[in-house]
């Protein structure tokens, strides 16, 4: 394997790669950065990356050297970068919490050998919550914010005041990880991270039921059940839960209807409705299931809530969560994750996987999930209609306030994609109306 070059002596950077098990050496480029935009912010990253790439690339041979770049954009060509010191922190953090802010991150990959380069950008919109004067104070007394774009940390302390991002988490600590992995891919470079923990730990083949797959796992159902058990206390630390008798029964008698036509009996599944008001459903892998209040108010019939909560426990069986979080972690944060023995030091690791929960999935985990709901309620004795219903709800909720939350359920793809393709496996066709929705036609 050709040796590979962070050009960038961001610890943060540095940690995320070794996280993944990616052997590296660390040769920080010369090179000064541009900071004024000339086209866009997405231009200036890239062009500061590939430079910096270009700057080490030229000092080495037979490496691929990583360049990369990362500003926090405030809008009206306004660039927030590193602060100079804690009064221009402060002044920082104050306007980042005024308004959300954009964090674009460029990434150049060059193969000194063949000469091969590939230029990329990741960006995320973030969203803070507001701290007093003394709230900033203190954490700047445990955080140094003058080598951090933006002053402020999204893997550690500063987590606590990140109200909730759209986009790439990691692109917030400063390396977007699955876009450079897809660009290393591209450069001729696989599986960097993979290719350790196989050697280390082994892997397990198996034929999943729910995805019709022969899929290689890290990770066996013992050590996802680890897992979902340490994230669960933390839902328990962070959520109140409805504690009215009739509504858990009633979720939980459905639970059990679909769990007993499920594709993973091994699992003992749990379900519990948060005490809140929000249009939300979400599940941890190992088996756990959680409605909250706000969105069980708004489902009419049995069927419509058989439907939410096949979905969750699809994406249980088809163990979407673990996947995601095998890909985006790496052993590091999932042995924390399984350990969760409370030790401080492990703390930010387990945040961050509790963060995950709520990013999205992607787009084909999200249909497929729908499509494991309908067959699981179908199975159960459900109106199968009921995903598509539950899902035309949330739509009309969703139509009337734009300025809603951000939530799972508004994750791509977009609502009326999933109603029509949510019809379509009902029905076993597809009509025009849906086909309209699903191709994006007018």
């Known amino acids: 394997m050709k040796k590979i070059i962070l050009a960038s002596a961001s610890v943060q950077r540095q940690n995320l790669l070794k996280r993944l098990g990616i052997p590296l050496c660390v040769e920080p480029s010369h090179i000064r950065e541009k900071s004024r935009i000339r086209t866009t912010c997405a ?37 927030v970068g590193k602060p100079k010191d804690l009064k221009e922190a402060q002044r920082i953090l104050r306007r980042l919490f005024a308004q959300p802010h954009w964090v674009y991150t460029g990434l150049a990959v060059i193969d000194t050998q063949t000469g091969r380069q590939m230029v990329d950008y990741e960006k995320t919109k973030v969203f803070m919550t507001h701290l007093s004067n003394e709230e900033i104070e203190r954490y700047h007394n445990k955080v140094s ?22 986009g790439c988490y990691f692109n917030v600590i400063g390396l977007p990880m699955a876009k450079l992995f897809q660009m290393l891919k591209k450069m001729g470079v696989h599986l960097l991270g993979l290719v350790l923990l196989l050697g280390l730990f082994g892997c ?16 066996g159902t013992d050590k996802e059940v680890s897992i979902g058990n340490s994230l669960s206390r933390q839902f328990d630390k962070h959520y109140k839960y409805v504690e ?13 209807c679909i769990v007993a036509v499920c594709d993973r009996q091994e699992l003992v599944y749990s379900i519990r409705v948060i005490d809140e008001d929000k249009l939300n459903a979400v599940s941890l892998p190992g088996g756990y299931v959680y409605v909250f209040k706000g969105l069980l108010d708004k489902l009419k019939t049995d069927d419509q809530l058989a439907g939410v909560i096949g979905h969750e426990v699809g ?29 401080a030091q492990m703390a930010p690791g387990l945040d961050a996987a509790f963060t995950s929960v709520f990013l999205e999935y992607s787009q084909q985990d999200e249909f497929q999930a729908d499509q494991l709901g309908i067959k699981y309620a179908r199975k159960a004795g459900f109106n199968p209609a009921g995903m598509g219903e539950a899902l035309a709800i949330l739509k009309a909720e969703e139509d009337k306030e734009p300025g809603r939350p951000f939530s799972y359920w508004r994750t791509h793809p977009h609502l009326s994609q999933r109603i029509s393709q949510a019809r379509a496996d009902v029905k076993g066709q597809l009509e025009f109306r849906d086909y309209l929705n699903l191709t994006g036609e007018r």
Not at 321 to 337: N, V
């Open 43 to 79: 231009d200036l990253v890239k062009e500061n990356a590939l430079q910096k790439a270009t700057d080490v690339a030229g000092r080495t041979t037979d490496s691929i050297v990583i360049g990369a770049d990362t500003l926090v954009y405030l809008g009206g060509k306004t660039i």
């Open 145 to 166: 914010p003058l080598d951090k774009a933006g002053g402020f940390d999204i893997e550690g302390h500063g987590a606590l005041f990140i109200r909730r991002i759209e």
């Open 204 to 219: 397990a083949t198996e034929y999943n039921l729910a995805t019709g797959k022969h899929e290689t796992l890290l990770y």
């Open 244 to 256: 009215d008798v009739d509504t858990n029964e009633r979720v939980q008698r459905i639970l059990d």
């Open 315 to 343: 994406h249980i069986t088809a163990r979407h969560a673990i996947k995601k979080l095998q890909s985006m972690y790496g052993y590091t944060l999932l042995q924390i994750a399984t350990i969760g023995s409370g030790n």
